[in-house]
């Protein structure tokens, strides 16, 4: 029993004195080769390299168009996009009438907290809704597909293989927050001075804002 185990110790002590060989050879860095160097820029970068892709995917009501934000430049600048599923075309469908849209200069402090909540580090074209088609009550032709995008300078509603956009609530004063569309699409709902509003979309002539509630701030009840 002793000799097979100092048979066993001794095949142990030979394997673990034996060479190992690989055939495959370590790359060696050159020290005079800048292709290893990495500016400081490109490391802390954002998006990170290879991480540029759509976001804010979502159908058409109709379901034949898929809308998503893109950089095609690989920055943090997106526009508004969108696929035919049907002819197979894409196209540019929202860019920001001042060339910029939203950026760090033109944030609102309401904005700047409400991105901070939200880990939001987007700009340009940050978020958007599909107008719901209805007929009957909507301000805008009911066989175009219609696109509401915030921006700092007031909310745009964006009918489709339309040239421009119409600017539908200026911000004048107070900024805008977290506009919505009512699920018929005949309302805006958005939040300004704390308090909510609502502006009618549907036909006729042009209607004022028609504020909700009151006496937010001075409740407390107010929360960026």
Same mark, same amino acid.
């Given at each position: $029993? ?6 066993? #110790?001794?095949d142990?002590e ?7 060989? +690989?055939?495959?050879? $370590?790359?060696?860095?050159d ?6 160097l990495?500016?400081v ?6 998006p ?16 034949? /168009? ?9 920055? *943090?600048? !997106? ?5 035919d ?12 009438? #001042?060339?910029?849209? /939203? ?8 904005e700047?907290l409400? !991105?901070?909540?939200?880990?939001? !580090? ?5 978020r ?17 597909p219609?696109i509401?995008v ?16 119409? *600017?539908?609530?200026? +911000?004048?004063g ?6 919505? /569309? ?9 939040v !300004? ?14 209607k /004022?804002?028609n504020?909700?509630?009151?006496g937010?701030?001075?409740n ?5």
């Amino acid at each position: $029993m002793q000799t097979r185990a100092a048979a066993e #110790d001794s095949d142990k002590e030979v394997f673990a004195k034996k060479p190992r060989h +690989c055939d495959a050879e $370590m790359p060696l860095a050159d020290a005079n080769d800048d292709s290893f160097l990495f500016p400081v820029e490109e490391i802390v970068q954002f998006p990170l390299p290879g991480y540029v892709a759509p976001t804010s995917i979502n159908f058409s009501p109709d379901g034949r /168009l898929i809308s998503y934000l893109f950089s095609p430049d690989g920055t *943090l600048h !997106r526009k508004l996009f969108v696929f035919d599923v049907v002819s197979g075309r894409q196209e540019l469908a929202f860019s920001p009438p #001042d060339g910029g849209g /939203l950026d760090e200069t033109n944030l609102s402090v309401e904005e700047k907290l409400r !991105r901070e909540r939200s880990r939001e !580090r987007g700009l340009g074209v940050t978020r958007y809704q599909w107008k719901t088609r209805s007929p009957a009550s909507s301000c805008f032709s009911p066989e175009k597909p219609t696109i509401m995008v915030p921006l700092p300078n007031g909310v745009y509603f964006q009918e489709l293989y339309v040239s421009e956009p119409e *600017l539908k609530l200026p +911000c004048s004063g107070s900024p805008i927050i977290d506009p919505h /569309l009512s699920p018929d699409g005949s309302m805006l709902a958005y939040v !300004r001075d704390d308090e909510l509003h609502v502006l009618s979309l549907s036909l006729g002539k042009p209607k /004022l804002p028609n504020q909700l509630t009151f006496g937010a701030r001075a409740n407390g009840k107010v929360r960026y």
